[in-house]
Structure formats: structure tokens, C-alpha cells
């Protein structure tokens, strides 16, 4: 896999060239300050101004029944303020607007789907900037994009190509994960397909094995085919309850791109898939015995923490303080114990 391979899987490089069998999208340039802040690994503090949100009532009467909390009024407390882009903020408003009011976020090749456990809804669908804030800064594939999109490449010795990183919010569309394939491409030839939620047993996909291949066969000729800037590429696509086969992404034909049911190894090799002359091998999850979690499980943190560090819940809040008060109280008494103890 070379540089230039990784550069021709962007967002903007492909998504002209098949825009008429994809999701309509809307590219924005994404500001230097804004990347700053999405690689600052500071406090989470996501701006609200753009988002209408419910204030939650608290009973005053309640709390300040419960135990006083010191807070520090020490003059070297920092105060951590959400930054604001204005104009950033107010192009992304007008282009959630112009796509229905909800959109998927990516950046130049990958999405946050590492991050999806900390939004409220547990979804990607986003309808303000903060909502892709809080996706992106919590996201190991997006920083992924921003610090090491070569990192695998082959061709090191060679200088970096020039990124111009770009925000990508495409319309939202409830898409049914056993309906998405992975499809692998080697010298313009598709030789594998891959269900894409291999993790988890979809009856339909086994049943309609042959109707899948010739449909995602016939778009990838028609449409997809010599049409891309590389004969070595991986595509993800869709297919609708109407048999109809939608361009999702592209990506690299290489070990940077999860290979799912096959390896890299197998697809690499031109041993068996490569060299089948009646289509593309199928593979796809066949019994619920072959069940696996989710490999974006790993990434998550209890909620707890998620409320605590998004101040979602005053009262979780509030008895996390009174721990820690009471553990610091039991570090002194323990210090004074000792002191009294020791030999004089």
C-alpha cells in the first residue's frame, strides 16, 4: 500500500467521481484551530452554543441539605472554557440544515464508530457541532486520520503528501447493518466479498448468497469499475430492500483497512480468491455459534465515567465528591496515626 493509494481513498477525492450512487454529502473545510482542539488532550468541554439543550431542574432545597462540598477558591484554579468558532459553527449548521437537520460526521477516511457509546443516543447521528465534537474527541480513529494516515504504507522513505483535512457530513439514512458488504478489489478485478457486521448472524444474508453477489458484481462493472483512481482498492457498499446497491466508502487495499471475514494474507496472496474464474468469493457469518462482540467494545469506559465527565448527572457528581473528600479524610488520619506511633 503506497501513500498515494491512501491519498485517492479520501472523502473528496472520490465521492465526485460517484456521487450519483452515493449518500448525498457536503465537504467542509476543517480550520486549523479546530484541529487544534480535536488533538488537545485537555479536559472534554464541548460547546452548547449551537445546540438548543434542556436545562435540568435541581431541587436547591435537596442539595444544600446534603453535606457542603469545599470547593477550591485557590487563585491558581483554571477555569475550562468551551472554545467557539463561530463561523465554522454557522457553515455546519447551514449544512445539517440542507441535509434534512441529521448527518453522519467522518473526516477524510474514517468515522468515529470507536466512539459511538458516549452519545446519548448511542448512534453517529449528529444534528449540531457539539454532537461531532464530542464524537471526534473521543474517537481513536479520528486522531488516527489527523496524526498517521501513512502509517502503514510501504513507501516511508518518501515524504508525506500535503492533507487538507476536511469535515464530511453526509444525510443520515438508517441503515440496516446486514445489509452492508465489504468488497475487495485487486487489479481492477473484485475478488472478495465480505458481510461488513460480521460480528453478528443475519439469516437473509445466507439465503440470498447469490442474489448479493450479482447484484454488488453488476454495480461494481457498471459503475465502479476502471472508474477509480487505483486498480488495488477496497469499497463498502449497501444494498436496500429494493435490491438497489449504494457506494458507502472506499478505502485501501491493505492491512490499514479491516479485512473482516478474510485476511490480508489470503487476499494478498493471489493463492485461491485470486485465482477463481466464476466471481468473487462470499463469505459471510453462518450460524449464531459464529456470533462475536463488537470490536469497538474495547473502547468503551463505564458510563458512570461518561456522566461524571460530561456533568450529565449533578448527583453522580456530587457523591463522587463526597468519596473522595472521605478518602482524603482517611489518608490524614492515617498520616496523623503514624506520626503519633513513630518513635520520638
Request: hydrophobic fraction near 35%.
Amino acid at each position: 500500500m503506497k501513500k498515494e493509494q491512501v491519498v485517492n481513498c479520501q472523502f473528496s477525492v472520490w465521492y465526485p467521481i460517484f456521487k450519483k450512487h452515493s449518500i448525498k454529502s457536503v465537504i467542509l473545510p476543517l480550520p486549523q484551530n479546530v484541529i487544534d482542539y480535536l488533538l488537545d488532550d485537555g479536559t472534554l468541554v464541548v460547546s452548547g452554543s449551537d445546540h438548543n439543550t434542556q436545562q435540568t431542574d435541581i431541587n436547591n432545597t435537596d442539595l444544600n441539605a446534603e453535606e457542603d462540598i469545599q470547593w477550591s477558591d485557590d487563585d491558581t484554579t483554571t477555569t475550562v472554557t468551551a472554545p467557539e468558532f463561530p463561523e465554522f459553527t454557522s457553515k455546519v449548521l447551514e449544512a445539517i440544515n440542507a441535509l434534512g437537520g441529521r448527518v453522519f460526521p467522518k473526516l477524510n477516511w474514517s468515522a468515529p464508530r470507536d466512539a459511538n457509546w458516549i452519545a446519548l443516543n448511542s448512534s453517529l447521528q449528529c444534528d449540531s457541532l457539539s454532537d461531532i465534537f464530542l464524537l471526534f474527541k473521543s474517537s481513536d480513529f479520528i486522531t488516527h486520520d489527523l496524526t498517521q494516515p501513512f502509517v502503514q504504507c510501504s513507501d516511508q522513505d518518501s515524504p508525506d503528501p500535503v492533507i487538507n483535512y476536511e469535515l464530511v457530513l453526509r444525510k443520515w439514512s438508517e441503515l440496516i447493518p446486514g445489509g452492508e458488504y465489504r468488497c475487495f478489489v485487486k487489479e481492477n478485478k473484485l475478488i472478495a466479498i465480505s458481510q461488513r457486521d460480521y460480528t453478528q448472524y443475519y439469516p437473509h444474508v445466507l439465503k440470498q448468497e447469490e442474489q448479493i453477489c450479482q447484484a454488488v458484481q453488476e454495480f461494481f462493472s457498471q459503475h465502479i469499475q476502471y472508474n477509480f483512481l487505483d486498480e488495488d482498492f477496497v469499497f463498502d457498499v449497501y444494498r436496500d430492500s429494493q435490491g438497489k446497491v449504494w457506494l458507502i466508502d472506499l478505502n485501501p487495499f491493505g492491512e490499514v483497512t479491516d479485512s473482516l471475514l478474510f485476511s490480508w494474507e489470503e487476499l494478498m496472496s493471489g493463492g485461491e480468491i485470486a485465482q477463481q474464474q466464476d466471481g468473487p468469493a462470499f463469505r459471510c457469518t453462518t450460524s449464531e455459534v459464529t456470533v462475536q462482540p463488537s470490536p469497538c467494545l474495547s473502547y468503551r469506559i463505564p458510563r458512570d465515567f461518561v456522566d461524571l465527565s460530561r456533568g450529565e448527572d449533578a448527583y453522580k457528581l456530587i457523591d463522587f465528591l463526597k468519596l473522595k473528600k472521605s478518602q482524603q479524610e482517611e489518608s490524614e488520619e492515617e498520616e496523623e496515626e503514624e506520626e503519633e506511633s513513630a518513635p520520638q
